[in-house]
């Protein structure tokens, strides 16, 4: 994984499309530097593991991040976009 | 092993031997204020660090003879320059140089809040790593061997739990012996992804020799980076033009190793726990996410707030309440006696004493009881981990008036009473937010002000007085969303800051650890808003005894004639103007007030007062009374929380021009209507 914006590849979607159980591996985040910055320090880094808990498709969502629950808005949670990983 | 191994003694000042500094670092929710409470006990002093608003502790203990002085840091995930409290944290540890640094991690949450440790090795002070929450962890099936952990750090790795005092005689030895300088200390320290070695490389020879004191060459680099703001605008002031120039093209080129830099960060953290951390089996489900499936449920988890709040609504009134009673009747008795000891002494004398000073110093006193009962629902429901779902669940709502969720329960918080609601803001990192909040939170209609309207409303609606009193609740929220989205649009902007934060695990309450909160707000609230209320009620005394010693053709009384004519376009008379006025003390002042201009006791005024006032005036006053400017005790809060005359001055202009224009509208439409009838 490299530190360059990584070319929008056709799989990747954002996180906040994938249903509670899914688990996606995190592609790029885009979004202002303050926002990433915020996602970063809570280990939401470029090849980090992702489970989402809980995502009702409207309002904010619960992921699970190196073993700790990270609350996104909605917002928030489009601006990651995810590598589904194959069950 | 028990608490008690901790010697909770003062030191005698050692002398000519300085205390051994020790900062206490973690991010939030690893329990580092129970270990901060554990060591210091009621040895603790709270204030703010200097010209900010966030919370400053520090403490003392002594142990094996020698004495330490312990600051507790902000919590945070990281020292970039993201807020207020990470630059306090970073500014310390590189100004005050302290002896040792313990830095408190999660061993539930190991790797997450490693993170911050990634953050602290490379600064100028020894790191002592105490691995808290051990017994959490094994809850939730991690195993963790510390000594392989520490091996990898190649610092001090402690293992503990501090909510049941385990491992703290350990730690304070390690920080003993890491103060002398007897334990070795060989950290291994993050390295930027091999991708931006490189370009690190040239900044720091870019900047050599630039670099302003006391800070390391390479953290500067690495946070120039990161685009850390404070450092990136230290370096475009110490570097001259040419080189800031050629170091900003350096910077433009890599805009994207923020990730670089925390990417390195959190590999250096996996190759950290690797051999350290067993996990548990996949599928394995703890108790935490159990009961999320209820507590951030849309619908369920809106029905478990609910019932909590009206839990912590029953206790106010079952408890706080006669509390409240006892003690207005207490300090009342007490303004008897000093009057009767006072006899021979001049009137003004006995009236300053009984009326002013005990008066306003009872106003200050009356409040503790509900206070006491939020400040410990609301350290109860973030100690157990409970506060962060709250605000999950009400993101989507607060979105609609430009807040999100966490500005949630300071704002419930005043319907109790508006003081603890802006206290209870500092929850909220962004300041924009923090200020919305503040600004709305006097618009939630406090205890007091119900108070009013309960005392008034069956007078002159009968039946109907329910009907009306649910309005007024209703028009206060109506109005407050309204500001809020008006407030969001022109003074911000429609700026909204991210909803992104971390949902804790649960656990059980460590009671010392509320008490002390408890006991903290309650004083640093006694102290700060209690000195506002106190001059604001002698003031008021005075205005209304000055200059004839009766109330009769006091200043007060003067004022609010002076004031009728404004007062008559939302159709009140003098009366309801100075009660008006008189409620800036406490709200339900306004009662008492009405009472002295009426001349009668609480029993017969309402019949009083229905006989002179049409149910309109009525209307029209309650409205201005709801809506009005809160309480000198919520201004002494707003004055402290904000740190600025500025905000709380706009504060209660803003609240002035709202409740005015309400009370005409109210007067002049209703008005209008009966005369076509």
Not at chain 2, 204 to 224: M, N, Q, S
Not at chain 2, 561 to 568: D, I, S, T, V
Request: net charge positive.
């Amino acid at each position: 994984m490299s530190g360059k914006p990584a070319p929008l590849s056709p799989d990747s979607v954002p996180l906040s499309a994938l249903r509670a159980g899914e688990v996606g591996i995190i592609a790029t985040l885009s979004g202002g530097h303050n926002l990433r910055s915020r996602m970063l320090t809570l280990g939401l880094t470029p090849g980090a593991e992702v489970t989402v808990l809980q995502n009702y498709g409207r309002g904010p969502m619960i992921v699970r991040v190196r073993d700790a629950r990270v609350a996104l808005g909605r917002g928030e949670a489009e601006k990651v976009l995810v590598r589904r990983r194959a069950e | 092993m028990s608490v008690r191994t901790v010697p909770e003694t003062v030191a005698p000042p050692v002398v000519g031997e300085r205390p051994i500094l020790v900062a206490l670092a973690g991010q939030p929710n690893v329990g580092k204020s129970t270990l901060f409470n554990l060591l210091t006990g009621l040895h603790q002093h709270v204030g703010n660090w200097p010209g900010k608003t966030v919370e400053r502790k520090e403490g003392h203990f002594t142990f094996n003879g020698a004495s330490y002085r312990l600051v507790d840091l902000p919590g945070t995930y990281s020292l970039t320059a993201n807020s207020p409290e990470e630059l306090i944290a970073r500014e310390f540890i590189l100004r005050e140089r302290p002896d040792v640094v313990v830095a408190v991690v999660d061993a539930a949450t190991l790797e997450r809040s490693l993170y911050l440790v990634a953050e602290l090795l490379p600064l100028p002070a020894p790191v002592i790593v105490a691995l808290n929450m051990m017994d959490v962890a094994r809850q939730e099936g991690i195993q963790i061997e510390p000594e392989v952990l520490q091996a990898a750090l190649g610092v001090p790795v402690v293992p503990m739990s501090a909510t049941h005092g385990v491992g703290v005689p350990e730690l304070l030895e390690t920080v003993e012996r890491m103060a002398r300088g007897e334990l070795p200390y060989t950290p291994r320290l993050p390295q930027i992804r091999p991708d931006h070695r490189e370009v690190l490389e040239t900044l720091e020879e870019r900047i050599a020799g630039y670099v302003p004191e006391p800070y390391p060459r390479e953290w500067v680099a690495l946070k120039l980076l990161e685009g850390d703001t404070e450092v990136t605008q230290m370096m475009r002031a110490a570097l001259p033009l040419e080189r800031w120039e050629e170091v900003h093209a350096v910077l433009r080129a890599h805009d994207d190793a923020q990730v670089a830099v925390a990417s390195g960060r959190y590999e250096w953290i996996g190759r950290m726990v690797r051999a350290a951390v067993t996990r548990p089996r996949l599928g394995q489900i703890g108790l935490t996410e159990r009961l999320d499936r209820w507590a951030t449920h849309p619908v369920w988890g809106l029905v478990i707030l609910a019932s909590i709040l009206g839990l912590v609504f029953w206790l106010t009134y079952t408890v706080g309440a006669p509390l409240q009673g006892w003690l207005e009747k207490g300090i009342g008795a007490l303004a008897e006696g000093v009057r009767g000891l006072l006899t021979g002494a001049p009137a003004w004398l006995s009236g300053l004493l009984a009326d002013g000073v005990i008066g306003g110093a009872g106003a200050v006193l009356t409040f503790l009881p509900i206070l006491v009962i939020f400040f410990a629902a609301m350290a109860f429901l973030e100690d157990v981990g409970y506060m962060a779902r709250a605000a999950y669940v009400m993101d989507g709502l607060m979105h609609l008036i430009g807040l999100h969720g966490k500005s949630f329960l300071p704002l419930f918080l005043g319907f109790g009473c508006n003081v603890p609601a802006i206290l209870g803001t500092r929850v909220i990192e962004s300041r924009r937010a923090r200020l919305l909040t503040i600004l709305l939170a006097p618009l939630v209609p406090c205890t007091a002000r119900m108070a009013v309207i309960v005392f008034l409303a069956p007078a002159f609606f009968g039946p109907a007085a329910p009907l009306v009193s649910w309005g007024l609740v209703l028009l206060s929220l109506g109005v407050l969303a309204l500001t809020g989205i008006v407030l969001n649009r022109v003074l911000f902007r429609g700026r909204r800051s991210a909803f992104i934060m971390e949902l804790p695990l649960y656990h059980l309450p460590n009671w010392r650890t509320i008490g002390l909160s408890v006991w903290q707000r309650s004083l640093s609230f006694v102290r700060k808003a209690g000195t506002v209320i106190l001059a604001v009620s002698v003031v008021i005394w005075a205005l209304s005894t000055l200059p004839g010693g009766s109330a009769g053709e006091s200043y007060l009384v003067r004022l609010g004639k002076f004031l009728e004519p404004a007062g008559r376009l939302m159709g009140l008379d003098w009366r309801l103007t100075v009660a008006l006025l008189s409620s800036f003390v406490a709200k339900e002042n306004s009662i008492a007030t009405l009472g002295v201009l009426f001349r009668a006791g609480e029993e017969g005024l309402a019949g009083m007062l229905a006989a002179t006032y049409s149910p309109l005036v009525a209307l029209a006053y309650l409205v201005v009374q709801t809506l009005f400017i809160p309480c000198a005790a919520t201004v002494g809060a707003i004055r402290q929380e904000t740190a600025s005359w500025r905000w709380t001055l706009f504060s209660v202009g803003l609240l002035l021009v709202i409740s005015l224009l309400a009370g005409m509208v109210v007067f002049q439409v209703g008005a209008w209507v009966a005369k076509g009838v």
